[in-house]
């Protein structure tokens, strides 16, 4: 999955944490927008907590209420290699690609450190 484009959304509770969402346009025929959820790390970057694909149809469902079964998390699937494990090296380059799009990187870092 290869970023195409990617921008800020606003902050949310993801699992409990306080993260950016982001929303990634990708060139991934079966997912061509997620959203990405980045929190702060220990090492004064980000990690990726999550990818959700939203499979609401945007002209019945124009409102983006995130709040029905149209929004899959595919964090996991994703990222799946043949052996039906994580490849990380396809995960951390998805996460890389998603921080370098535009002004990504900086408006997370001013997002998430007003929170704390």
């Given at each position: 999955m290869q970023v195409i484009e990617a921008h800020v959304r606003g902050a949310v509770q993801q699992g409990g944490i306080r993260c950016g969402?982001?929303?990634?346009?990708?060139?991934?025929?079966?997912?061509?927008?997620?959203?990405?959820?980045?929190?702060?790390s220990e090492d004064n970057d980000f990690d990726l907590q999550a990818i959700v694909r939203n499979e609401a149809d945007t002209k019945t469902d124009w409102f983006d209420n995130n709040m029905h079964q149209?929004?899959?998390?595919?964090?996991?699937?994703?990222?799946?290699?043949?052996?039906?494990?994580?490849?990380w090296g396809a995960r951390e380059s998805f996460k890389v690609q998603v921080l370098s799009s535009g002004r990504v990187r900086e408006e997370l870092a001013r997002l998430l450190e007003q929170t704390e």
């Open positions: 969402e982001v929303e990634v346009t990708t060139d991934d025929a079966k997912a061509p927008v997620v959203l990405a959820y980045f929190s702060q149209a929004f899959e998390d595919i964090t996991i699937s994703a990222f799946r290699n043949i052996n039906m494990k994580t490849d």
